[in-house]
């Protein structure tokens, strides 16, 4: 099977980690594989999935790749065990644990507040007390005062998740404490990840905010390191990722008034080359040179999307002077001697705004560098609510009730160190630069990803029929779209990026960005699925990125990681945490699992695992609180979709990776509760539903609407579902509800008896998948008409195609470019639904 990289090929020799699935039983557990390029390289690999028949169904490698000339490479199933070099070696103790990989050796803390020890590199201490900070702001409004606090890492676990011939992964969990009172806060999940034969240690980083909002304000979030540099003060230097390149700057300049060029060897300071002087032809050089300041302190700050700052100063007791803007950095800091030194760079540095590299006492025997994900140079964070009131009525948030808190919400960044013994050149600094702002990932064709059936129904594009081809330009303007309005919105934040917004207004020619439940997105009508089916069926890296940052976000902004409402996740709001309805579909595993399948990212792992007992939640917070009171004869109310939907795809998840028949078991149990009950899948839509048991009781008469239940991701969860199971009965059903669809009011209140009529089937387009798969199941053209006419007319789509030329440039506050119209409810759905249907139904358009 051919595997290509996501993006370029590497600029740099990296570790890389990727999932590849495969048909139902393909392939059996343990076996091994070979991966070649122009040569064999070794691979490490195991089963991240698999099939109810116990066949695997994805499996995680892991490689490093030396050569980044390979442009793609072939991953076979060997019959046969191959040889392996020695694995990483890891010492533990009862303090420390210490692992050894190639020339690089990291010692890691088991407890206190330091997290790494110490890191060489070939023999020579090149870093060491690595730990997290985090500052606080406390406010004093009356008396205008503030008071800060400064919270260090403590350790409170460590565990090596994994450790083979080519990679170590190493969690730590914890907290931060605070110096002065000891309280702590933040509680801090950071996976460092190791791989033969090289020098870069790559890191991510998780917090979970468990404060205050009116009281705990974080001032800077960040992870700092020392380390003990050599050399006179020309020979110290550090770099910056610019717009596109490093920029240079020594401790101490060969540039002086007398010599220009420093006697030929200024140019090849800034190039970080040491360099030696002839104690006797340059000495009136180095008395000049010595003359000159020295330069300690630097930092680069990246206040906004389209602004970065650098900055330097002699001493804390001296001003800052400018050194330069810039607009977008390239996130990577260097500072280094005459034995080489240590980069350091964030992903995302821009996007994730403000952010800031710091590196302080370049020249003394032991300097600082820090790495901040939240920057200490800019306002606080400040998580607190936009207002006192929830407004209902007026801008379509979810309940009365006040549940707006931050309280569990998370954030995810990844960071890398790596070492160097001797200076490395600026090209090579700004290749890696370059490197770590990519996503390192190999991939599967999409055809592959088709064949092997793991994610439900989908379609490869096909443009050998004008109308398909037609529809497939339409899909490509809607991302295309998507993209650019994420950029001229400037939709970036350290809290923001990933996220899309709701609902345009054309008359501020903005987004309702301030009107309740119209503002961000916060997976609505599950965009998050558009985005990946489009990556798995075109294989664009630009559409993997979005899909990307959406689920970092959506994972861990929108959903809550502690607290009471640990499983559940936030509906749209003005911010992000606001809505008073906490609901499982915003954090259903089904949005997710596609990173972490294509990925084997650990973090994600650990969120959709986190949501397996997520229906539990709901003993406390009954989604149906607004309109029933607490029933006797069961413990609490789930909707078939959105909420049954999701606790289907979150036991999904966990069957499928665990094989833990407990999760298999409740989907089962549900399913045939379903089977029972006079309309099926149309039940309800509100049943009765105990947690313990995974049972559903009829209970609702049909007076809620049924495109809430179908419009978060159900009709994939239940697709998928069908394939998985392979129960033809449950099949049936989802077809019933398609056909139901289409059915006349007079057909409805027929079959029912009365109680179900259009008053409660609204959004047509919205069950165009269902339809669709009606018409598959039963082989039913009429059907297949039906459902497209829901997805090409028109009147009942609320779209206006092509998109392209529906774009209007207007002068308001600066030029706009704007479809009045949009809706990123419509445009996910429509894409969603126009994906499925080319698979069921493509045949029949014409």
């Given at each position: 099977?051919?595997?290509?990289?996501?993006?370029?090929?590497?600029?740099?020799?990296?570790?890389?980690?990727?999932?590849?699935p495969?048909?139902?039983?393909?392939?059996?557990?343990?076996?091994?594989?070979?991966?070649?390029?122009?040569?064999?390289?070794?691979v490490?690999?195991?089963?991240?999935?698999?099939?109810?028949?116990?066949?695997?169904?994805?499996?995680?490698?892991?490689?490093?790749?030396?050569?980044?000339?390979?442009?793609?490479?072939?991953?076979?199933?060997l019959?046969?065990?191959?040889?392996?070099?020695?694995?990483?070696?890891?010492e533990?103790?009862?303090?420390?644990?210490?692992i050894?990989?190639?020339?690089?050796?990291?010692?890691?803390?088991?407890?206190?507040?330091?997290?790494?020890?110490?890191?060489?590199k070939?023999?020579?201490?090149?870093?060491?007390?690595?730990?997290?900070?985090?500052?606080?702001?406390?406010?004093?409004e009356?008396?205008?005062?503030?008071?800060?606090?400064?919270?260090?890492?403590?350790?409170?676990?460590?565990?090596?998740?994994?450790?083979n011939?080519?990679?170590?992964?190493?969690?730590?969990?914890?907290?931060?404490?605070?110096?002065?009172?000891?309280?702590?806060?933040?509680?801090?999940?950071?996976?460092?990840?190791?791989?033969?034969?090289?020098?870069?240690?790559?890191?991510?980083?998780?917090?979970?905010?468990?404060?205050?909002?009116?009281?705990?304000?974080?001032?800077?979030?960040?992870?700092?390191?020392?380390?003990?540099?050599?050399?006179?003060?020309?020979?110290?230097?550090?770099?910056?990722?610019?717009?596109?390149?490093?920029?240079?700057?020594?401790?101490?300049?060969?540039?002086?008034?007398?010599?220009?060029?420093?006697?030929?060897?200024y140019?090849?300071?800034?190039?970080?080359?040491?360099?030696?002087?002839?104690?006797?032809?340059?000495?009136?050089?180095?008395?000049?040179?010595?003359?000159?300041?020295?330069?300690?302190?630097?930092?680069?700050?990246?206040?906004?999307?389209?602004?970065?700052?650098?900055?330097?100063?002699?001493?804390?007791?001296?001003a800052?002077?400018?050194?330069?803007h810039?607009?977008?950095?390239?996130?990577?800091?260097?500072?280094?001697?005459?034995?080489?030194?240590?980069?350091?760079?964030l992903?995302?540095?821009?996007?994730?705004?403000?952010?800031?590299?710091?590196?302080?006492?370049?020249?003394?025997?032991?300097?600082?560098?820090?790495?901040?994900?939240?920057?200490?140079?800019?306002?606080?964070?400040?998580?607190?609510h936009?207002?006192?009131?929830?407004?209902?009525?007026?801008?379509?948030?979810?309940?009365?009730?006040?549940?707006?808190?931050?309280?569990?919400?998370?954030?995810?960044?990844?960071?890398?160190?790596?070492?160097?013994?001797?200076?490395p050149?600026?090209?090579?600094?700004?290749?890696?630069?370059?490197?770590?702002?990519?996503?390192?990932?190999?991939?599967?064709?999409?055809?592959?990803?088709?064949e092997?059936?793991?994610?439900?129904?989908?379609?490869?594009?096909?443009?050998?029929?004008?109308?398909?081809?037609q529809?497939?330009?339409?899909?490509?303007?809607?991302?295309?779209?998507?993209?650019?309005?994420?950029?001229?919105?400037?939709?970036?934040?350290?809290?923001?990026?990933?996220?899309?917004?709701?609902?345009?207004?054309?008359?501020?020619?903005?987004?309702?960005?301030?009107?309740?439940?119209?503002?961000?997105?916060?997976?609505?009508?599950?965009?998050?699925?558009?985005?990946?089916?489009?990556?798995?069926?075109?294989?664009?890296?630009?559409?993997?990125?979005?899909?990307?940052?959406?689920?970092?976000?959506?994972?861990?902004?929108d959903?809550?990681?502690?607290?009471?409402?640990?499983?559940?996740?936030?509906?749209?709001?003005?911010?992000?945490?606001?809505?008073?309805?906490?609901?499982?579909?915003?954090?259903?595993?089904?949005?997710?699992?596609?990173?972490?399948?294509?990925?084997?990212?650990e973090?994600?792992?650990?969120?959709?695992?986190?949501?397996?007992?997520?229906d539990?939640?709901?003993?406390?917070?009954?989604?149906?609180?607004?309109?029933y009171?607490?029933?006797?004869?069961?413990?609490?109310?789930?909707?078939?979709g959105?909420?049954?939907?999701?606790?289907?795809?979150?036991?999904?998840?966990?069957?499928?990776?665990?094989?833990?028949?407990?999760?298999?078991?409740?989907?089962?149990?549900?399913?045939?509760?379903?089977?029972?009950?006079?309309?099926?899948?149309?039940?309800?839509?509100?049943?009765?539903y105990?947690?313990?048991?995974?049972?559903?009781?009829?209970?609702?008469?049909?007076?809620?609407?049924?495109?809430?239940?179908?419009?978060?991701?159900?009709?994939?969860?239940?697709?998928?579902?069908?394939?998985?199971?392979?129960?033809?009965?449950?099949?049936?059903?989802?077809?019933?509800?398609?056909?139901f669809?289409?059915?006349?009011?007079?057909?409805?209140?027929?079959?029912?008896?009365?109680?179900?009529?259009?008053?409660?089937?609204?959004?047509?387009?919205?069950?165009?998948?269902?339809?669709?798969?009606?018409?598959?199941?039963?082989?039913?053209?009429?059907?297949?008409?039906?459902?497209?006419?829901?997805?090409?007319?028109?009147?009942?789509?609320?779209?206006?195609?092509p998109?392209?030329?529906?774009?209007q440039?207007v002068?308001?506050?600066?030029?706009?470019?704007?479809?009045p119209?949009i809706?990123?409810?419509?445009?996910?759905?429509?894409?969603?639904?126009?994906?499925?249907?080319?698979?069921?139904?493509?045949?029949?358009?014409?």
């Amino acid at each position: 099977m051919k595997l290509n990289w996501l993006e370029s090929p590497a600029h740099t020799p990296v570790g890389v980690s990727f999932g590849v699935p495969w048909k139902r039983g393909e392939l059996e557990k343990n076996t091994t594989f070979q991966l070649k390029g122009s040569n064999d390289i070794e691979v490490e690999s195991w089963p991240m999935a698999f099939w109810p028949d116990g066949s695997v169904k994805w499996t995680g490698h892991s490689a490093v790749i030396t050569d980044p000339k390979e442009e793609s490479f072939k991953l076979t199933p060997l019959s046969h065990e191959t040889e392996k070099s020695s694995i990483i070696k890891i010492e533990e103790e009862n303090s420390f644990i210490k692992i050894q990989s190639h020339s690089l050796e990291c010692v890691i803390e088991k407890q206190g507040e330091t997290v790494i020890h110490s890191i060489k590199k070939d023999g020579i201490p090149l870093t060491q007390s690595g730990k997290l900070l985090a500052l606080f702001e406390y406010r004093n409004e009356e008396k205008k005062q503030v008071q800060y606090e400064t919270f260090t890492s403590i350790v409170e676990t460590v565990e090596v998740e994994q450790v083979n011939s080519v990679r170590a992964v190493v969690k730590v969990t914890g907290m931060h404490k605070c110096e002065n009172t000891n309280s702590e806060k933040l509680p801090f999940v950071l996976r460092l990840y190791f791989h033969q034969s090289l020098d870069t240690i790559k890191m991510v980083h998780t917090f979970i905010y468990d404060g205050n909002p009116n009281v705990d304000f974080i001032k800077g979030l960040g992870i700092t390191f020392k380390t003990s540099l050599k050399g006179k003060p020309w020979n110290r230097h550090i770099r910056f990722g610019g717009d596109q390149a490093v920029y240079t700057e020594p401790a101490q300049l060969l540039l002086t008034r007398r010599y220009p060029d420093g006697k030929g060897y200024y140019p090849e300071q800034l190039e970080g080359k040491k360099i030696v002087f002839d104690e006797v032809e340059d000495q009136d050089l180095i008395e000049h040179v010595s003359d000159h300041a020295v330069w300690n302190d630097f930092k680069l700050i990246q206040d906004s999307a389209d602004h970065f700052k650098m900055s330097k100063r002699t001493d804390r007791n001296h001003a800052w002077v400018d050194m330069t803007h810039g607009s977008r950095s390239l996130g990577l800091a260097y500072l280094g001697g005459e034995q080489g030194g240590v980069a350091f760079g964030l992903k995302n540095f821009w996007q994730k705004h403000p952010s800031t590299l710091e590196i302080a006492g370049l020249n003394e025997e032991e300097s600082d560098f820090t790495l901040w994900f939240w920057s200490s140079e800019t306002e606080a964070m400040d998580l607190r609510h936009y207002d006192d009131d929830t407004h209902v009525l007026s801008s379509y948030e979810g309940f009365d009730e006040w549940r707006a808190t931050p309280t569990g919400i998370a954030n995810t960044n990844e960071c890398y160190l790596q070492l160097f013994s001797n200076s490395p050149s600026n090209q090579e600094l700004t290749n890696l630069a370059i490197q770590w702002q990519q996503t390192t990932l190999l991939t599967c064709e999409p055809e592959y990803y088709y064949e092997t059936k793991v994610f439900g129904k989908w379609s490869l594009p096909d443009r050998n029929n004008p109308l398909k081809a037609q529809l497939e330009q339409h899909l490509d303007d809607s991302f295309t779209f998507y993209q650019s309005e994420i950029e001229q919105r400037k939709w970036y934040g350290f809290w923001d990026y990933g996220d899309v917004m709701h609902t345009y207004d054309p008359h501020r020619h903005q987004w309702r960005y301030d009107v309740g439940g119209f503002a961000w997105q916060n997976t609505e009508l599950v965009p998050n699925m558009w985005l990946w089916y489009s990556f798995l069926r075109t294989g664009r890296a630009d559409v993997f990125k979005l899909a990307e940052e959406m689920t970092r976000h959506t994972s861990e902004v929108d959903q809550y990681h502690l607290g009471e409402y640990k499983g559940l996740g936030s509906r749209h709001n003005v911010k992000h945490w606001g809505c008073g309805c906490k609901e499982a579909r915003i954090s259903m595993a089904g949005l997710h699992k596609f990173y972490y399948f294509l990925t084997t990212d650990e973090r994600t792992l650990d969120v959709i695992s986190d949501v397996k007992d997520a229906d539990f939640a709901l003993l406390n917070l009954d989604p149906m609180r607004e309109f029933y009171d607490k029933d006797e004869s069961f413990p609490t109310h789930a909707r078939i979709g959105p909420d049954w939907s999701a606790f289907v795809s979150n036991w999904l998840s966990e069957w499928e990776r665990t094989e833990n028949k407990t999760y298999q078991q409740k989907i089962i149990k549900g399913i045939e509760a379903l089977k029972k009950m006079p309309r099926k899948l149309l039940s309800g839509p509100t049943l009765g539903y105990d947690p313990e048991s995974g049972e559903l009781l009829a209970f609702n008469d049909g007076s809620a609407s049924y495109h809430m239940v179908i419009s978060f991701g159900a009709p994939q969860v239940w697709m998928e579902l069908a394939d998985v199971l392979e129960d033809d009965e449950w099949k049936n059903m989802i077809a019933e509800f398609g056909e139901f669809y289409t059915f006349s009011d007079e057909e409805k209140r027929e079959r029912t008896n009365g109680e179900l009529s259009n008053q409660v089937f609204h959004w047509p387009m919205f069950s165009s998948g269902m339809v669709a798969y009606a018409a598959f199941v039963k082989s039913d053209p009429k059907l297949a008409e039906i459902a497209w006419k829901y997805l090409l007319d028109e009147s009942i789509t609320g779209m206006s195609f092509p998109l392209d030329k529906k774009q209007q440039k207007v002068q308001a506050w600066k030029e706009i470019e704007e479809i009045p119209w949009i809706s990123t409810n419509v445009i996910s759905q429509w894409c969603l639904n126009t994906i499925v249907a080319l698979e069921l139904i493509g045949d029949e358009l014409s």
